[in-house]
Nanobody
Framework: VQLVESGGGLVQAGGSLRLSCATS????????VGWFRQAPGQEREAVSC????????YYKDSVKGRFTISSDNAKSTVYLQMNDLKPEDTAVYSC?????????????????WGQGTQVTVSS
């Protein structure tokens, strides 16, 4: 599967952005798709994930209530709506899609990655 991300940019604190992860292939409903982020000097972390198969979702605690993950199965695309952005949300955001998920999780593993998109939140 190939992934193409879009929607990053520079925004002031309190602002909003919507990231898109468009996938190729015809097995979208078998995937789990996750948004991960990596800030300079930090490890990559899972921000939000969705199991297209089961419709379950995961959110990192610090983004709960601010970020919403959704999918458009007709477009094979997953979105991450990010509201009330904070400077600590600044990172490169990448999506991953896989038919494999971490045990007991909606997050994918051993999957394909997109190229990443920069999100910068100014204070």
């Amino acid at each position: 599967v190939q992934l193409v991300e879009s929607g990053g940019g520079l925004v002031q604190a309190g602002g909003s952005l919507r990231l898109s992860c468009a996938t190729s292939g015809d097995t979208f409903d078998e995937y789990a798709v996750g948004w991960f982020r990596q800030a300079p000097g930090q490890e990559r972390e899972a921000v939000s994930c969705i199991s297209i198969t089961f419709g379950t979702t995961y959110y990192k605690d610090s983004v709960k209530g601010r970020f919403t993950i959704s999918s458009d199965n007709a477009k094979s695309t997953v979105y991450l709506q990010m509201n009330d952005l904070k400077p600590e949300d600044t990172a490169v955001y990448s999506c991953m899609a896989s038919i494999f998920t971490r045990p007991g999780s909606s997050c994918p593993e051993h999957g394909s990655w997109g190229q990443g998109t920069q999100v910068t939140v100014s204070s």
